[in-house]
């Protein structure tokens, strides 16, 4: 029966000599004998058991081991052959790894020569699910890409310092808020806020903040221990080694500190008063806040209250604020004087009040600003 097993080519797979893989091809040829003296061991423990067993009743035995219909005797026979082909050669192998591969080959091989198909698990998707899945593909690398765009947008930081000398450096954010950094300060804010959540920035030193408006992303200012958190108002702050002090001219600012995490509110005109060395915040009574502000404010182009005075005049004072070119289509325009206080307001709000005095319109375009009379036909 041996004999007819070799004659027939059942089980011995061809090896093809190469000399870059003799050694691997050693271990193929042993492991490959093995095989066979267990295959040879096994199918004659079945002409034992069954007094004969013909090649069909073999390849069928195999078939109903591959599609999971045989039985457990039949299972537990095949797993242990295939599995141990032969314990007690010792036959070597570099590792686990190898030894699992070599039995596959083999397993592969035997069910070729048998002539029996392994089925390959398919796994089929409705059309429905294969977009649905597209569709969660696409937005989840949309959504990624953009958090990612944003994150990256958010961490770049742009740090102004001033000069030693006595100067003010002005800066416009992303939002329109104007920060006039005062001589030896140092400010840290984002290139870009997000669309959402809050602004935030980081003072060293002393400035003055005019906050755009938006309720929907509160505005904080984080200085040493001191967090300033307003929604669009002005005020100041001056930090040192000692205190830190904050000014409101105009809206309501929320002050807390490390210690103080509910801290106090300030109104107009009201100041307060951080002590590092104690670790205090309260309000300070000032009795005349008039020359702290007018301190506070100077150098700046932070006082845009006009009496009687040119639209010309106005022009330059709100070019000069807001870094903008404005350009008046109608001449007649320069020669008309205002009375209003700017003071606060932003650059669309300053040209909505001026609009409705003069009867205009106005077109802005990027830093470029063109004022015309307002055609009343």
Known sequence: MINELLDNNIIFPKLYINIGKLLFEINICLFAIGVFVGLCHFYLNGLLKNKKMSE?????????YNNGESSDAERRLIDEWLDSPNPGTGIPFVNEEERVRIKNNLRESIYNKAGIRIKRRKYIFSP???IAASVILIAALGFGGFKYYEYSEIKKYSVIETCTQ?????VILSDGSIIWLKPGSRLK?????KRSGERTVDLRGEALFEIEKDPARPFKVHSGELTATVLGTSFNIKATEENIEVVVLTGKVSVTSASNTTGLVLLPEEKAVYIASSKELAKEITPEIEPVQKEIIKGTEYDMKFSDTSMDEIIRRIEGKFDVDIKLNDPGLSGCVVTADFTGQSLVKTLDIISKVLSIDYKIDNKKITIKARDNK
């Open 56 to 64: 069909s009743e073999f390849k069928e035995m195999l078939s109903r």
């Open 128 to 130: 429905a699910l294969k």
């Open 166 to 170: 006595e100067q003010i450096k002005k």
């Open 189 to 193: 804010h984002p290139i870009r806020f």
